[in-house]
């Protein structure tokens, strides 16, 4: 497991992928909206989806055909994964489109964009993010079962994670993206010492769902480098819920103060945006790249006006088996939760 770097060790990353809260304040910059042409590709491609398979998971990029949005969509990979790092798409109409032929078109826009990995235990590879009954308080629960409550800055398990809106809910809901990189860099600068402490093995909880019989936490760093390129990985949550394991490595003060001075630099607010989703609107980030989370909201399950995302964990192929560390090497396809392939 890697080791904590030495100061002098440590240095500056990805440059390019830099950006403050002033430099994307338009939002018009970093959102694609959906073209009336764009729209007859999507419903001819879900056509052809359609007559190629029953199962959503069962469609594949090459029957899910875009022969012009793809292009597109190239662009927005590359952005991804070697600029910004984080895209909305808008436009798709939910209301006319209905919930299920809107996630198969979301499923087919991720096709062109990478590769689905399984999101649980459960294989989940299509999952939900809404109120599925969950205490913030229970071991097990995982931040897209929660209802309700904020979440804070935090990844997910793949180089991309994608978020399709059904429904906004009432009010609140508004996604939160931090760029890590800038953090990184910042703290990198400003205390060199800490930011190595990082780059050592943090302990994180299983949630419930490791190996039968393995260890109920894991250990990964949350600042790597490889070929000069930054993979962050950050839960601070799971990581202080590992604690609750015996056997699990006990958090060192000086790993808390390197969370807390990374905590500060992230939740600064030159270093973050905020982005409202509407129904329709589809959201994809650089998992290691920027980090993401969300503003409280409310839910009227008396109306049917309950917040509902479609999400989708990828594995973009811009970044080769060689381009990653050997702990992101296709995560999601050799964990045991690829044993199961299935919808949430």
Same mark, same amino acid.
């Given at each position: 497991m890697a080791e904590p770097l030495a100061a002098g060790a440590v240095t500056v990353l990805d440059r390019q992928a830099e950006w403050s809260a002033a430099d994307v304040a338009d939002s018009n910059r970093w959102t694609y909206q959906l073209s009336d042409t764009d729209l007859v590709e999507l419903t001819e491609a879900l056509a052809v989806a359609r007559s190629a398979a029953d199962d959503v998971l069962d469609v594949s990029r090459e029957t899910f055909p875009l022969p012009t949005l793809s292009v597109r969509l190239s662009e927005i990979a590359d952005e991804l994964i070697n600029g910004r790092g984080f895209q909305r798409i808008s436009g798709l109409p939910v209301e006319q489109v209905g919930t299920e032929d809107s996630s198969w078109i979301y499923w087919g826009i991720g096709l062109h964009l990478g590769v689905p990995w399984p999101q649980n235990a459960k294989g989940h590879l299509l999952g939900d993010v809404k109120d599925q009954g969950k205490r913030p308080d229970d071991p097990t629960a995982r931040g897209n079962e929660l209802g309700g409550v904020g979440q804070v800055f935090h990844s997910d398990g793949s180089d991309l994670v994608g978020l399709l809106c059904l429904d906004p809910g009432v009010r609140g809901g508004e996604s939160l993206i931090a760029n890590a990189v800038r953090a990184h860099n910042q703290l990198v600068v400003a205390d060199p010492e800490l930011a190595g402490v990082l780059y050592g093995g943090l302990p994180y909880d299983f949630r419930g769902e490791q190996r039968d019989g393995g260890d109920p936490y894991y250990r990964v760093p949350a600042f790597s480098r490889h070929r000069d390129r930054l993979f962050v990985r950050y839960i601070r949550p799971y990581i202080e819920a590992s604690q609750r394991h015996p056997d699990a490595p006990r958090l060192s003060d000086d790993q808390r103060a390197a969370m807390d001075a990374f905590d500060a630099l992230l939740t600064a607010t030159d270093n973050q945006v905020e982005m409202t989703f509407a129904a329709?609107?589809?959201?994809?980030?650089?998992?290691?790249? @920027? *980090?993401?989370?969300?503003?409280?909201? @409310?839910?009227?399950?008396? &109306?049917?006006? @309950?917040?509902?995302?479609?999400? +989708?964990?990828? $594995? &973009?192929? +811009? *970044?080769?088996?060689?381009?990653?560390?050997?702990?992101?090497? $296709? %995560?999601? %396809? &050799? &964990?045991?939760?690829? %044993?199961?392939?299935?919808? $949430?």
């Open positions: 329709g609107d589809m959201q994809f980030i650089n998992n290691y790249h @920027v *980090l993401h989370g969300r503003r409280s909201y @409310v839910d009227d399950p008396t &109306t049917g006006r @309950v917040r509902w995302l479609k999400r +989708l964990w990828l $594995a &973009t192929d +811009l *970044l080769g088996p060689e381009d990653r560390p050997e702990r992101f090497q $296709a %995560a999601g %396809a &050799t &964990t045991h939760w690829a %044993a199961r392939r299935s919808k $949430a």
